[in-house]
């Protein structure tokens, strides 16, 4: 009776609004997302790098939010952000930033998963987010994905399902809501969803076998599932995305898979969906679907299109009043059980709970516990410390739009320096960068997704052919680097270029501590993947 009481007396726009999570621009909430709070009492705000500066600017902007919603006599509001961890990361100043997913399955802990992602929710929830849209549980079985790669904890799906469940309940333990994504599996693509819409032409046989684990393993205690923007034939032959196909969400998910959870899409500006139907048709169609939430991250005019355009497709009998009603109670209750709207304590109480000692100790010794050593044929490793070194560093760009681009991280070799008395750096791609070789005793290739950059491609095997016999080969992103240039005679993994990750990659080459990571996919028959998994 309670629920009837809290939302009996809502309009049809308000119920509507309730299905929304909108994103705008700006570090203090702008006019656009305040008219939207205002008129229609919008579900949830995501934050996005373009809305964060550091920690205590976070914490205010939440506070203003939450204050804008409440001026408004409108019900509290999700505040969600997507923090996976490593590459995947909007919040990074004045936090403990986690390691991301590839790197916590290359150390190969559920416990480590747990902790980290306690961690990382109790400082969300601290700063006004209770929303998380990770833990991104596709399972990495394709080299040339250009959205999920390190993302994805595994190509293992029982290995992705272990893990992605204990982030969940790491999450939640720490009340923010986990959000598994992105159903029913993004990671065999090889078209970025942000630009284009993939097709997966697996049959009902291979999904059960390898891209529905996870979900089906996390179905039962997750408060939310993310939809992916990928058509799935074998599923739904009408050749919709999944996040507007009735078959997967309402046949499946709710069906077969018996969630009960929210539902929530990707966001609609993404190409896959804007390019072929648009927000405002694509919103009606994915709460026909069964989707409960409509996630529209940019565009304020489009967002306020969307609402209208569901309004109007419930008015002319399209779109029924009940099915607004039976998301609508998802959502509400669900912000009910995680207490969403609950103050925030002031700044000078969350600051002490944030990026302390113990939650950086954790995440460093998670990152320190990836680092692999795939081979070192040569005796190459650890490096000595007194030899002239020189360090080749690649142009970091961004792999997909789910990236950051980073700026202000810093270089191995400057870490390298830091340790070592005769470090020189150059740039991959420099006209300088393989001069003089015969002056350096040793040399430390880094790569970046070598694969899919031709200029780390060509310098390797430059370097290879004439300074093999002394260069070791880094990984900071992708360990299929090392097919890329597979007669190099060390080479160490780490999983992403935050500032953590090269600590820890500097740490290993220097023997400042033994990698115990182990690769956690297959790279070929030669490196296959590390773990007996329960070991």
């Known amino acids: 009776m309670g629920e009837q009481v809290a939302w009996g007396q809502f ?103 747990f902790e ?24 990495n079985n394709n080299p040339d994905n250009p959205v999920i790669n390190v993302r994805s904890y595994s190509d293992r799906p029982e290995v992705v399902g272990e893990l992605g469940l204990a ?96 539902i929530v899409t990707d966001c609609l500006e993404m190409n896959a969906i804007d390019k072929f139907y648009g927000p405002e048709r694509g919103a009606v169609m994915a709460l026909q679907a069964g989707a409960d939430m409509v996630l529209i991250c940019h565009t304020a005019a489009k967002q306020r299109t969307a609402i209208e355009a569901v309004v109007a497709a419930v008015e002319n009998g399209e779109l029924s009043e009940a099915r607004i009603d039976a998301s609508l109670a998802r959502v509400m209750r669900l912000k009910a059980k995680r207490a969403v709207g609950e103050a925030l304590a002031p700044w000078a109480e969350v600051e002490p709970a944030l990026n302390t000692p113990d939650q950086q100790a954790a995440a ?24 002239k070194t020189l360090v080749l560093w690649p142009e970091i760009v961004t792999v997909s739009e789910a990236d950051e681009l980073l700026t202000d991280d810093g270089t191995l070799g400057g870490r390298l320096a830091a340790r070592m008395p005769h ?30 950059h031709a200029n780390e491609r060509e310098l390797a095997a430059r370097l290879l052919a004439e300074a093999g016999d002394r260069t070791v080969a880094v990984s900071v992103r992708n360990p299929l680097d090392l097919l890329v240039y597979p007669d190099v005679s060390a080479f160490i993994a780490v999983y992403e270029c935050r500032p953590l990750a090269l600590e820890s990659a500097a740490g290993a080459l220097l023997g400042e501590f033994t990698p115990t990571g182990r690769l956690p996919l297959t790279l070929s028959a030669q490196y296959p993947f590390g773990w007996r998994w329960g070991e």
């Not at 923090?83 to 790197?103: D, F, Y």
């Not at 961690?119 to 596709?138: F, H, K, S, T, V």
């Not at 032409?201 to 891209?211: K, S, V």
């Open 11 to 113: 309009s049809l726009r308000e119920k509507i609004g309730q299905l929304f999570v909108f994103g705008f621009h700006g570090h203090e909430p702008s006019a656009e997302i305040e008219a939207l709070i205002g008129d229609y009492g919008v579900g949830g705000i995501i934050y996005f790098t373009r809305n964060i500066v550091d920690a205590k600017q976070v914490h205010a902007l939440s506070a203003g939010l939450m204050a804008s919603a409440e001026r408004s006599g409108r019900s509290p509001m999700f505040i969600a952000v997507d923090q996976e961890g490593g590459m995947v990361s909007r919040l990074v100043k004045g936090v403990t930033l986690m390691p991301g997913n590839m790197a916590l399955g290359a150390a190969g802990s559920a416990g480590g998963v």
């Open 116 to 139: 980290s992602a306690a961690m990382c929710g109790e400082q969300l929830r601290a700063l006004g987010i209770n929303l998380n849209y990770a833990p991104c549980i596709d399972v």
């Open 167 to 262: 982030a969940v309940r790491g999450y939640q333990r720490s009340r923010v809501s986990a959000t598994v994504k992105h159903f029913p599996g993004h990671g065999d693509t090889s078209v970025d969803s942000h630009r284009d819409l993939p097709v997966l032409t697996h049959d009902r046989e291979r999904l059960d076998a390898i891209e529905l684990v996870p979900f089906k393993m996390a179905a039962g205690e997750t408060d939310m599932i993310m939809t992916a923007h990928v058509c799935l034939p074998a599923l739904d032959p009408s050749g919709v995305p999944s996040t507007l196909s009735q078959p997967v969400l309402t046949g499946l998910l709710r069906g077969e898979l018996g969630y009960e959870g929210v």
């Open 364 to 387: 460093r010794h998670w990152s320190e516990a990836s680092a692999t050593l795939v081979k070192n044929d040569r005796g190459l490793l650890p490096l000595r410390r007194e030899a």
């Open 423 to 452: 470090v020189t750096e150059r740039r991959v791609g420099a006209a300088d960068a393989l001069q003089d070789l015969a002056a350096f005793e040793q040399i430390v290739f880094v790569s970046y997704d070598a694969a899919k």
